[in-house]
C-alpha cells in the first residue's frame, strides 16, 4: 500500500543527502520548471514538482547498487538497457521511490522512469517531466534557448526537437537507441502531424 505524497519539504534533505550540489541544484530546477510547464498545460502541480525534484534520484548512486535496486524491483533490463548505463538511473529511481518512498501513484513513477528515454503515449505529467529535465535553468547547451522557447509554445513540438537531438546525438556517438526513444519519437510527430491537419 503505497503512502500519500509528501511534502516538498521532506523530499528536498532526502535527495540532497543522495546527492551532489550540482546534481541538487539540476533537481530543484527541474522541479520548478516541471511547475511552470504543468500550470501552463493543466498537468497536476504537485506531482510535477514531486516528479520533477525526484527524477534524478539515483544518478549519483554506485552502479551495482542501481543494478540491485531494479533486480529488487522485478525489473529484468533488456539488451540495449543493460548495454547503456545512462539508462540505469531512471529505471532505478521509478523502483526507488515506489518500493523505498512508497510512491504509489502510477503516474509520478512513469515520470521518473521515462525522462531519459521517453515512450510512446506519453501522460501529460511524463511530458512535462521530459521537458523539464532539458529546459532548467542551469542548462547551457546549444540551442537551449530554443528549446525553452518551444517548451512554453508547443509541449509536443518542444519533445520532438529534444528527441531529434538525443537521436542524433547517440546515433553520432554510435552509442544503442533504445526502441523506447524511438517510438516516442514516432508518436510525437504523428500527433504533431495529426494537429497540423
Known sequence: ??????????????????????RYIHSVNVSKSAVELAKLYGADEKKAEIAGVLHDCCKEIPRDEMLQIISDGGIILDIVEQNSSKLWHAI????????????????????????????????????????????????????????????????????????????????????PIHSDAVDCYNDILINLKKKET
Open 1 to 22: 500500500m503505497g503512502r500519500d505524497i509528501l511534502n516538498m519539504n521532506e523530499y528536498l534533505p532526502l535527495i540532497k543527502g543522495r546527492m551532489g550540489e550540482r
Open 92 to 175: 532505478a529511481g521509478s523502483v526507488y521511490i515506489r518500493d523505498k518512498l512508497g510512491i504509489a501513484d502510477e503516474d509520478i513513477i512513469n515520470a521518473v522512469r521515462y525522462h531519459t528515454t521517453g515512450r510512446a503515449g506519453m501522460s501529460l505529467l511524463e511530458k512535462v517531466i521530459f521537458t523539464a529535465d532539458f529546459i532548467s535553468a542551469e542548462r547551457d547547451y546549444p540551442d537551449v534557448d530554443i528549446m525553452r522557447k518551444k517548451a512554453f509554445e508547443d509541449l509536443d513540438d518542444a519533445m520532438l526537437y529534444a528527441l531529434q537531438f538525443t537521436l542524433k546525438n547517440l546515433s553520432e556517438r554510435k552509442l
